[in-house]
């Protein structure tokens, strides 16, 4: 599996972008365009991003969830204190 992704110049890409286009859109790996010997842009098939974003959607919610259930379970081990007036919180 490469996981390199596919390098192109940016005048490549303006001599040639219906090939680099379906490259991008073909491949699982992103297209990176470089100018100035340095990475510009990369460009990547709309299902693969979709993925991308879904499971960093996943993560995010996991992440999330981690942090609620450890709030519950250290509020249940009297770590925490439960309050209604928040003036003791607030500088006067």
């Known amino acids: 599996m490469n996981i390199l992704p596919t390098l192109v110049s940016a005048s490549d890409l303006q001599r040639d972008s219906a090939r680099i286009l379906n490259l991008a859109k073909s491949g699982n790996q992103p297209v990176v365009v470089i100018r100035n010997n340095k990475p510009e842009v990369a460009?990547?098939?709309?299902?693969?991003?979709?993925?991308?974003?879904?499971?960093?959607?996943?993560?995010?919610?996991?992440?999330?969830?981690?942090?609620?259930?450890?709030?519950?379970?250290?509020?249940?081990?009297?770590?925490?204190k439960s309050t209604t007036d928040f003036s003791e919180f607030l500088d006067d």
């Open 43 to 80: 460009m990547l098939n709309v299902k693969k991003l979709q993925k991308i974003l879904d499971r960093i959607q996943e993560l995010e919610d996991e992440s999330l969830l981690s942090g609620i259930r450890k709030t519950e379970a250290d509020f249940k081990a009297g770590k925490l």
